[in-house]
């Protein structure tokens, strides 16, 4: 048995504790996933809403804004594939937490009520050791002599037990989180570069070359031509 504030039911809590910390994360991961489909969706509506005008625009402006829509384009691949790539390697690591808890819950609770039966007997040997006369004094506490090393045994066992619990966890939670770390970083490298680009696409426009060619690709107004009926003679191009 374990006493809420035993030892014992300290190591219970915290391999439940652990189930759900990696149980919360593999949730989180699938949550994001789902997210991210949705962002994608707008994302590329946009992009689209994009593409389309910049087929429609001057020369002097379309080939930058077709490359800029590549760029949009290409962030939103890479940030799929990161997603996937963060999916597809850390939910397993985390899903597989839930199995490795429970065994280990059995195997404490296996030890716990092998030491309990021993802390049990050392506790009947003490009091036998000092009320039967002699002979069995002695016998007892021969008896308490090894059953005091079996417990102590049964308390090595239950610490060796946590200690590579502890340790396999650590391993784990270090190698979860420094791999999302890795991925994001290797993502937010790439999507810096298409983003850059884009930036740079938009400052290579050059005005004065798109409005003269805008400009040449329209009809002059002779002086005698009258505002169209539709349009507001007030409106100034």
């Known amino acids: 048995s374990m006493k809420d504030d035993s030892p014992l039911k300290q190591y219970a809590l915290m391999i439940t504790s652990t189930d759900l910390m990696f149980q919360k994360i593999s949730e989180s991961l699938t949550a994001s996933a789902t997210s991210a489909a949705a962002a994608r969706d707008k994302a590329d509506s946009f992009n689209i809403c994009l593409s389309e005008y910049s087929v429609k625009e001057n ?21 799929q594939h990161t997603i996937e790539s963060i999916t597809e390697k850390l939910k397993p690591a985390c899903d597989r937490w839930k199995a490795i808890c429970a ?101 290579d426009v050059q005005e004065d070359e798109y409005l003269e060619a805008v400009l040449n690709e329209t009809t002059p107004l002779s002086l005698s031509q009258s505002v169209p009926h539709n349009m507001d003679s007030s409106y100034t191009p």
């Open 59 to 79: 020369k002097a402006i379309r080939g930058e804004m077709v490359d800029y829509c590549e760029c949009l384009k290409a962030v939103e691949d890479k940030k």
């Open 103 to 203: 065994e280990v819950q059995s195997s404490l609770k296996t030890l716990c009520l092998a030491r309990d039966k021993d802390a049990k007997a050392v506790r009947s040997l003490e009091k036998t050791k000092h009320k039967e006369g002699s002979k069995k004094a002695e016998q007892a506490a021969t008896e308490l002599n090894n059953k005091q090393n079996e417990l102590a045994t049964k308390n090595a066992e239950i610490l060796a037990l946590m200690q590579q619990f502890h340790r396999q966890k650590l391993t784990d939670y270090k190698a979860v989180l420094s791999t999302y770390a890795q991925i994001q970083m290797l993502y937010h490298s790439r999507a810096l570069e298409f983003y850059t680009r884009a930036f740079q696409d938009m400052l």
